[in-house]
């Protein structure tokens, strides 16, 4: 009778170990303190895995029409459950675009752990120099356990939609079911890119300079890193640099076809919304090294988000091999 009073607990010790963990996707609003009236709230998101007594991570929020995300690195004391993250820039909850002013501040959470839910209570705290321009955010986290949780705040508010509204920096990859050709590629179902300005959408398709890209990434071998199964028929992929800032630009590349080419990560989220090519069961994303950085190899994390769901994975890429994912629609 001994034995199995010790194996339960044991099972006890660890469910409760794994409960005092802040790693996972948390989803919440953010409201601004302020001295009353209407004010604009954040649909937020914080995606986060613990190393210790170090978390790392995404944070994101939706204000307005906007989505903003940067990679985030903080502390976590397990004995006091409390989260500190530094250097977290929020647009003014009075801000009409992206270009107005950012406030930088600071996330400190509790870790409530019960049977019902997980929660992440607190703050965002502004900077005193900030103090009579930027408000406190208050915030209240609930951890996604399964990635099916309708009680998301975030992702019950956007999971209807199937393209999201981009940024002007942000880059939208339509696919088409016509053929396109040019005088270097042929491709059917071609991929172009979308610039955006102030002002219009201008649709451009893949041009002839770019076979140069195309024989290099051919010339590589491409490994896969994972597969994934999404619930849309778009999706935003967003790459950041997870390691130090150290110089890594990439290229990006859907089934074999360059769609964006040489830029730098770094902790601010390079975004991609992407339409999925239909006419195809899989779709495959391959990152390009351009360059090794400072401390090779490549490498970034890619967030893959489908309206309900975060897939996060960890690419690495090299002058040899490019890293590839594959996207598989439900």
Known sequence: MKK????????????????????????GRADPITNGGYTNNYLTELIIKQKGDEVEGVFGYYFKNMYKSIFVRGRYDKGSRQISIKNIPVIHYRATSSDDIDCPMEFQGTLVVSKLKSSLTGYFYRPDKYRYTCPDLRVNYTLDNNESNQDSVLRSTIATLKMWHPLP??????????????????????????KIDNNSRVSIPIVAEETVLLEKFNARKNIVQQELIVNADSVRISFYD????????????????????????????????????TTKTINEISMFAENLGKYPPNTALMIIFDGEKSNEIYLSSSLTQNATVRIRRK
């Open 169 to 194: 920096e942000d880059v939208v990859v339509n696919n088409t079911a016509t053929t396109t050709t040019s005088p270097a590629i042929t491709t059917t179902a071609a991929a172009t890119t979308t």
């Open 4 to 27: 199995p009073a010790v194996l339960l607990l044991m099972q006890l010790c660890i469910i409760i170990a794994n409960g005092q963990s802040v790693t996972g996707s948390w989803y």
């Open 242 to 277: 997870n390691g130090d800032i150290d110089g890594d630009s990439i290229s990006v590349f859907m089934n074999g076809k360059p769609i964006l080419s040489k830029r730098e990560l770094d902790v601010r989220g390079l975004n991609l919304y992407l339409k999925l090519d």
